[in-house]
């Protein structure tokens, strides 16, 4: 994919906030600090597009991004940050979860695991609750520059035993740094643009009766 504009549009916190858009969108979620917005300035090759930190929770809002006109990115903010208040840390959640229920243009969401941890159970219940709601996402393990490739694929391993269900898209690795990963990613991202039916949201949790909770580890 040729990268001919990206920029920044809004930040949310609330639904009223949302850029009004009818462009395919994919929102980016996972832990606190695992490497989010750095995957999203490797995706569309910009340094500092997305402002990136090695403090943790520097994401606070939605972050909405254009790319060339033609789909949207979302930044969503990290979950599972230890030194945040737990009431903050629910309002992150409650954030997410709206976000992800409301927004009638998501396309898919791209769930991010650091390769070096273990998987967490906040993880995992990202990944199911948005299974419950019928949500597609691709799961992705990013910082593999960060280990050998011994280490990588024992990681891999444990990392796809804890997730993977039969059926479901393999793990991804990814790496900001060396752009291991990227050409898939944006596969994946492509693929997912033609299949998009796009028009009236999926189920709600009112109607599922599923809201997104996530298990401190
Ligand atoms: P929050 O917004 O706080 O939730 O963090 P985030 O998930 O957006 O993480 P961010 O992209 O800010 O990266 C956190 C730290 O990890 C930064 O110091 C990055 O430089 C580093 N980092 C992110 N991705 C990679 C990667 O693929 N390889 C390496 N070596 N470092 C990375
Ligand atoms: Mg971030």
Known sequence: MKIITAEFITGAVSSRQYPREILPEFA????SNVGKSSLINSLLNR???VKTSSTPGKTQEINFFKINDALMFADLP???FAKVPATVQKKWQMM???YILMRENLTGVVVIIDIRRNPTQMDLDLTNWLETNGIRYALVATKSDKLSSVETARQKRKIEAAFLR???EKLLLYSSKNRQGRNELWS???KWTATHAGGPKKKGASQTGHSLIMHEP
């Open 188 to 190: 994946c991202l492509s």
């Open 47 to 49: 340094k500092k597009l």
């Open 28 to 31: 980016f979620a996972g832990r």
């Open 78 to 80: 990290g979950y599972g």
């Open 166 to 168: 039969e059926g479901s």
């Open 96 to 98: 997410i979860e709206q």
